[in-house]
């Protein structure tokens, strides 16, 4: 039976909380990390009757999607709502754990798990993850103290991708300069041009590592003035991870779609609403699972048939379509995000060898209840 630290760093290893907003807040809200863990229930909303679901079925931990606490409080009683909830997993010995925007992006995470859901092929980021920032260094240096620059750069951090490291790449040339008077040269003298062996040293390094990398240089280069430089490395814009999700469809109509997505879907009293011709073509769709009506800029300009998303609001939908682009799709937030649950569970199950029970929660957070 894994302790509940167990379980915090192989969800935090599959969404890492660093990767999350920086307005958000994610990780473990309460709990003994010694404490074992038997039962894990998975629910999209920490709400007092999740909580006693929870606290009725015996669970250890409880992870969910939104945060219980998403601004800092003073304290918590049973005066309120979240003080409710917390104090029932309290004293069931449930822990807390929120996994939100670090999940919304990740390789298996809630975007990725509505895709695949909704049975989208050629799954790529609606906006792709940034890549880490890096730079390059080019240095001049003759070629019998090449083998020493090399290693303090590498000493230093440079020279790092992916799973190798001490990478460069060295180029011969000849390297031409006259010490002027003031000057201490290590080669040569004051006054008389010169011509001397030399090499280019090429390496990458990350862009937090800059300075300590040119001072590494500075140190071991032989020369009075080296000659280098830095440029910043474009990002590719290949990541996995990343906001929203592109995929591909068989043709079908807009309203096959809807319906396809309708039939996906737990079932809400919101529905599925959708803005555009019922019979216009479908083949490309991009999503996003939660409220994506920030993206709606990014989405127009693209060459998906239809953008899937929740919350979305009159006027922005209203302009939205009124460029003629792509149609919409608005689902229940709850439901949207409710299709990473099965997910989660699936690679706990699979990652813990079957020394846990999971659950998912299948209780309705979503805040409409009927329609009139």
């Known amino acids: 039976m894994p302790a509940l630290k167990d379980v915090v760093d192989l969800l935090h290893t599959w969404y890492p909380p660093a990767t999350a907003e920086a307005w958000d807040a994610v990780g473990l809200v309460h709990g003994d990390l010694a404490a074992p863990v038997a039962k894990v229930m998975l629910a999209v909303d920490p709400t007092e009757l999740v909580a006693h679901e929870a606290a009725a079925w015996g669970a250890d931990l409880l992870v969910a999607h939104h945060p219980l606490f998403l601004k800092p409080v003073h304290g918590f009683t049973t005066e309120t709502p979240k003080g409710r909830t917390l104090t ?23 975007s990725e798990s509505m895709a695949l859901a909704l049975g989208l092929t050629d799954l790529r980021p609606l906006v792709p993850a940034p890549a ?38 060295t180029s011969a040339g000849e390297g031409r300069f006259r010490p002027l008077p003031g000057a201490d040269p ?23 590592r800059r300075t300590a990398v040119v001072r590494a240089l500075l140190a071991a280069h032989p020369y009075e003035e080296p000659a280098y430089d830095v440029v910043e490395v474009a990002d590719p814009g290949t990541a996995t991870t990343g906001t929203g999700r592109v995929g591909e469809v068989a043709p079908m109509t807009l309203r096959a779609f809807a319906e396809r997505v309708r039939d996906a879907l737990p079932a809400t009293a919101h529905g599925v609403r959708v803005g555009g011709d019922p019979d216009r073509e479908v083949r490309r769709v991009a999503l996003c699972g939660g409220a994506g009506d920030f993206l709606l800029d990014r989405v127009r300009g693209s060459d998906v048939d239809v953008y899937v998303t929740s919350d979305l609001r009159h006027h922005p939908a209203a302009e939205f379509l009124e460029h003629g682009g792509p149609a919409l799709v608005d689902v229940a937030h709850w439901a949207a995000e409710w299709t990473w649950l099965p997910v989660l569970e699936r690679r706990l199950q699979a990652a813990l060898g079957g020394t846990v029970s999971t659950r998912v929660s299948t209780t309705s957070t979503d805040p409409w209840t009927f329609r009139a």
Do not use: K, W
């Open 88 to 110: 029932t997993l309290s004293r069931a010995g449930c822990a807390l754990l929120a996994a939100h925007t670090n999940a919304d992006q990740a390789v298996g995470g809630v």
């Open 132 to 169: 880490a920032p890096l730079d390059r260094l080019t240095v001049f240096t003759p070629a019998d103290s090449a083998d020493a620059v090399r290693a303090a750069l590498a000493e230093a951090g440079a020279g790092q991708l992916g799973d190798y490291d001490q990478a460069s790449f």
């Open 186 to 208: 290590t080669i040569g003298e004051v006054g008389r041009a010169e011509v001397v062996d030399e090499v280019s040293i090429q390496v990458v390094l990350p862009r937090g």
